[in-house]
């Protein structure tokens, strides 16, 4: 288990500033979400957590390790992975491959290892298979394990980005908006795997999300942004009920 502190973040694009003086800490092995409107800096914090982003001012610290400056794969090696609002997945690739290549990061042969197909570099090549095929059957899509990506429903390829993630053998999980797309009952499935992704593994999971049935289900904290700023955190019915989250939302009159 890992902690994650953000602490005093800024970020700034030019004359906007997207993110202003954030902080907050996440517990370990909890399911925390962060909400709020469109434009409330939600993936900003995310893409800053995970090097893709650098801040302007402030650190963010994976047990007390500052990961401000590191590119994004150091940041996965060091135990952080994510998914993505917009999929990201090898689309010609088989399912297999795709969460196969998520253990990149953990491979230690050098290129000479597969020039010469070295007894080891066989035994790591067989290690990469099995814990693909550990994740797939974990998410339960063992069975379409060469299937091509694009050919699967969108549902699927959710999935097999949350198995591509699981494989980087992560401790912090970031998952960005997963259930867009996604139907009643395939929200219902996706709330029960991501609890027992944090039961199983023992990860931190750090939500993006816009649908509140599912925030209120499966969230122990919220934190929620508005014009980059965190204005409630809390469980999600104290948070839900909170003048300022209310007005964010649905605006001052309507709030009223």
Wanted: charged share 25%; aromatic share 6%; proline share 4%.
């Amino acid at each position: 288990m890992s902690s994650l502190t953000v602490k005093n973040v800024t970020l700034k694009f030019g004359g906007l500033t997207a993110v202003h003086d954030l902080s907050f800490e996440i517990p370990n092995c909890s399911i925390t979400s962060i909400i709020g409107p469109n434009g409330a800096g939600k993936t900003s914090v995310f893409n800053m957590i995970t090097g893709f982003y650098r801040p302007t001012t402030g650190q963010i610290l994976l047990d007390r390790e500052n990961l401000v400056g590191k590119k994004p794969s150091e940041i996965t090696r060091r135990g952080l992975a994510r998914t993505f609002q917009n999929l990201r997945l090898f689309p010609n690739l088989t399912v297999l491959d795709n969460v196969k290549s998520g253990m990149h990061s953990r491979t230690k042969q050098a290129v000479w290892g597969a020039l010469w197909h070295t007894r080891a570099q066989q035994k790591e090549e067989q290690l990469i298979e099995d814990v693909a095929l550990d994740c797939l059957s974990f998410v339960g899509m063992e069975a379409y394990k060469q299937r091509i990506a694009k050919n699967l429903p969108y549902g699927a390829q959710r999935y097999l980005e949350i198995a591509r993630a699981l494989a980087t053998k992560p401790q912090v999980l970031l998952l960005d908006e997963p259930a867009a797309g996604l139907n009643y009952e395939e929200k219902e499935s996706l709330i029960d795997l991501i609890r027992r992704i944090r039961e199983q593994y023992k990860l931190t999971v750090l939500i993006i999300e816009h649908d509140m049935g599912l925030i209120k289900k499966i969230s122990e904290n919220v934190i929620v942004l508005d014009y980059g700023q965190k204005i409630a955190e809390g469980t999600p019915a104290d948070v839900l009920n909170h003048s300022r989250v209310v007005e964010a939302y649905l605006g001052k009159e309507e709030a009223m």
